[in-house]
Nanobody, 123 residues
């Protein structure tokens, strides 16, 4: 049974940083494809960053240059380093994993989800 546990959210001022973590169990981490998503109130869940079998990350345009996705295979942990946070980054953030790997940031490509961690950025 795959389980993803997100953590690391919080409240920061604009320009601040946070690092999200996602510990995976029951998932073949080293050969899997994983990503981070976010959902603001009243909006669709959107892909933020993904890392795939070739270890080449993909980012949404809105976070390029500010967010970095990485993984620690030994610890079965996925990270999202978020720098220069802005109020529009405020959302619930979720890590997710694919059952069948594809280079995609669409939520329908992901079968497993964490419980989410809230990020709030004030101006």
């Amino acid at each position: 049974q795959v389980q993803l546990v997100d953590s690391g959210g919080g409240s920061v001022q604009a320009g601040g940083s946070l690092r999200l973590s996602c510990v995976a169990s029951g998932y073949t981490f080293s050969s899997g494809c994983m990503g981070w998503f976010r959902q603001a109130p009243g909006k669709e869940r959107e892909g933020v960053a993904g890392i795939f079998r070739d270890d080449i990350p993909t980012y949404a345009d809105s976070v390029k240059g500010r967010f970095t996705i990485s993984e620690d295979n030994a610890m079965n942990t996925l990270y999202l380093q978020m720098n220069n946070l802005q109020p529009e980054d405020t959302a619930m953030y979720y890590c997710a994993a694919q059952r069948y790997c594809s280079r995609s940031l669409h939520k329908n490509s992901y079968a497993y989800w964490g419980q989410g961690t809230q990020v709030t950025v004030s101006s």
